[in-house]
């Protein structure tokens, strides 16, 4: 890691050292088994295999009789009723020769049988039942057709989720290994925030939105959320929340205080915690005062305190190192798509910017959003698309293909 620089910082990394730095510093935390019901969302970090053959026996695959082909005589034929099979029942005795077994969907099919007629088609006659002849699909579905024991059914790196879950609970496994989940604490630093729902009647407060976003996004990509630690605007409080943030944490995200002002104190105030620094300051719009560190084994990100910068560095820097702590690879967070700007979009930068942008529900249409202020907070209820716009690009026209991120 870089060794900290000195406070004044500049805008000393590019965007893309500072992802690279970011990348390679977050490595997946450690394995940890969980029962399957505390699996969902996680990574697994092995193969997820097959306890069990699926079916377990050769089995019905409709309601209706288990007959043998071979006992067909002509287009319809009597059979002389043997039993029962029924789904959760053991193996039924092996079907006799000329006789039809009731059977049901799951149900195991006698020895010897080899079709189900459905039920539907047949006739019941005392202790007979007359069916047709089909040549259609047998009904029957194989022992192990579905899977068999001892396969790999979901890889390492899989996100466990509903269609996941349906998998791993039918190869009847209770516990899967899976990557620990980094453990995050957010800490928002500034006189004036107050818990959203407060700021009313006090003109000098405003509503702190950032904490339950990031925790949120937090969330959303796999870290496990511990909370929020609010402090004001001095360093022995900065301090006294750090010491209490780092407390089983694995990432701390500092939002605010990250840039120059003379109470922009976060830095200052975590570097005798030891707090080594491997950039301060990105080329890149919003999202200049952005920062990066660690105490220890804790990774610290800093955020800028305007709410949608913070918000923008969040989605490009954090929700990555979340997916790389989390085994789900540092890209997983980064998965652009290209789409058609739906107007000219001027103007060259000297720093690489990620705009707030609108898609167009219909097809793969995306309009930068006119205000692009990073201390601006309305943009953000429409804006569902990060459009890159590199330093240096030239003007792009209405039509042409733009990089854009999920939002
Ligand atoms: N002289 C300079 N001034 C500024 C620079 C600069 O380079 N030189 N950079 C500007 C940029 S870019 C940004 S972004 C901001 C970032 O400043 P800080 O990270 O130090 O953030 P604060 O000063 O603490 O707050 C800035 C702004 O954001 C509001 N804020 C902070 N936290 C929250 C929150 N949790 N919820 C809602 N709003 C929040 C805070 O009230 C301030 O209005 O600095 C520029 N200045
Ligand atoms: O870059 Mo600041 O992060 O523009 O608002």
Request: one cysteine or more.
């Amino acid at each position: 890691m870089a060794t900290a620089p000195e406070l004044p910082c500049h805008a000393a990394a590019t965007f893309d050292d500072a992802q690279a730095i970011v990348r390679q510093s977050c490595a997946p935390l450690g394995v940890e088994w969980v029962p399957l019901a505390k699996a969902g969302r996680r990574t697994l970090a092995g193969d997820a295999i097959a306890q069990i053959d699926s079916p377990r026996r050769d089995s019905a695959a409709m309601d209706g009789f288990a007959v043998r082909s071979e006992d067909f005589a002509g287009d319809f034929t009597r059979f002389v009723l043997q039993g029962e099979s029924v789904a959760g029942g053991s193996q039924p005795l092996p079907l006799r020769p000329g006789a039809a077994m009731r059977i049901s969907t799951g149900a195991p099919i006698p020895l010897g049988a080899d079709r189900v007629v459905m039920r539907e088609h047949a006739r019941l006659d005392g202790k007979e039942v007359i069916l047709p002849r089909t040549s259609g699909k047998p009904h029957v579905r194989p022992r192990a057709s579905d899977f068999a024991k001892g396969t790999a059914l979901l890889p390492a790196g899989s996100r466990i989720g509903p269609r996941a879950m349906v998998v791993a609970a039918a190869a009847d496994i209770a516990k899967l290994p899976v990557w620990r989940q980094p453990r995050l604490r957010v800490m928002v630093n500034g006189d004036e925030l107050v818990v959203p729902g407060n700021a009313a009647p006090d003109v000098d407060t405003i509503p702190d939105s950032l904490s339950e976003a990031l925790l949120l996004m937090a969330r959303q990509w796999g870290a496990k959320p511990l909370g929020t630690l609010r402090s004001m605007d001095r360093v022995e409080d900065l301090r006294a929340a750090a010491m209490a943030a780092m407390d089983g944490t694995d990432l701390i995200v500092v939002a605010g205080g990250a840039s120059h002002g003379h109470r922009d104190l976060a830095r200052r105030a975590l570097m005798p915690l030891g707090l080594r620094m491997a950039f301060a300051g990105v080329a890149m719009k919003p999202g200049k005062p952005l920062w990066y560190g660690r105490i220890g084994r804790t990774h610290v990100l800093g955020l800028p305190g305007n709410p949608t910068a913070a918000l923008t560095t969040a989605r490009l820097f954090l929700a990555p190192m979340i997916c790389a702590l989390s085994g789900a690879g540092f890209d997983q967070a980064l998965q652009w798509s290209e789409h058609r700007l739906l107007h000219d979009a001027p103007g060259r930068s000297d720093r690489d910017q990620f705009l707030c942008a609108a898609g167009d529900n219909a097809g793969d249409g995306v309009a930068i959003i006119e205000r692009q202020e990073a201390s601006a907070q309305m943009l953000l209820a429409r804006a569902d698309l990060l459009v890159e716009r590199r330093a240096h690009a030239v003007p792009a026209v209405a039509g042409s293909r733009v990089r854009c991120l999920r939002f």
